[in-house]
Antibody, heavy 121, light 107 residues
């Protein structure tokens, strides 16, 4: 069964750094784009960016460019989303999701279970 | 950005009802539209891609239609398991965007 398993919930203070992960299994990790989607009550679902693990090509939503870093380690079939300095407004649920084999703008057919990030002083 | 507008925001219906949700794109997106179902505490689940292609394992009471700027998700004979929030997503542009969601509630 194709699966994406995300790391657990995190609580951080403003200004702290964080890296969350998404481990893929049962498919060719290097041949599909892997995206990150943020969900908040106020803005709903937002695509943040995607990485192609085969060559680490990365695309970002302009709203998130410079705010986060998306990466992948193909040796362990794991993608990452990281922040260097969290803000309270980063409080959200973050999902990883598998995109297409050729395009990063594609429907997302497999989703991780979500990682809740809470940023509070 | 391509804006996706869903209607209604909330839909109250009974088991057995036929319900439809509309998604409008701010510009033409051909058939590059997906529909997702999300239940509380769970990740979205892909139901339909390319506007009308049902994903494997999705019940046939779900169907999608539309092209260009207006799309519809229809559920014939609503079942208890269908009460959830539904989202559309366009992937025509280099910047995929989602609708704000439609919550299907029990009447």
């Amino acid at each position: 069964e194709v699966q994406l398993v995300q790391s657990g919930a995190e609580v951080r203070k403003p200004g702290e750094s964080l890296k969350i992960s998404c481990e893929a299994s049962s498919y060719s990790f290097t041949h599909y784009w892997l995206g990150w989607v943020r969900q908040t009550p106020g803005k709903g679902l937002e695509w943040m960016g995607s990485v192609y693990p085969g060559d680490s090509d990365t695309k970002y939503n302009p709203s998130f460019q410079g705010q986060v870093i998306i990466s992948a380690d193909k040796s362990i079939s794991t993608a990452y989303l990281q922040w260097s300095s969290l803000k309270a407004s980063d409080t959200a649920i973050y999902y990883c999701a598998r995109g297409g084999p050729n395009y990063y703008y594609y429907h997302m057919d497999v989703w991780g279970q979500g990682t809740t990030v809470t940023v509070s002083s | 950005d391509i804006q996706m507008t869903q209607s209604p925001f909330t839909l109250s219906a009974s088991v057995g009802d036929r319900v439809s949700i509309t998604c409008r794109a701010s510009q033409r997106i051909s058939h590059w539209l997906a529909w997702y179902q999300q239940k509380p505490g769970k990740a979205p689940k892909l139901l339909i891609s390319k506007a009308s292609t049902l994903e494997s394992g999705v019940p046939s009471r779900f169907s999608g239609s539309g092209f260009g700027t207006e799309f519809t998700l229809t559920i014939t004979s609503l079942q208890p398991d269908d009460f959830a929030t539904y989202y559309c997503q366009q992937y025509d542009s280099h910047f995929t965007t989602f609708g704000q969601g439609t919550k299907v509630e029990i009447k």
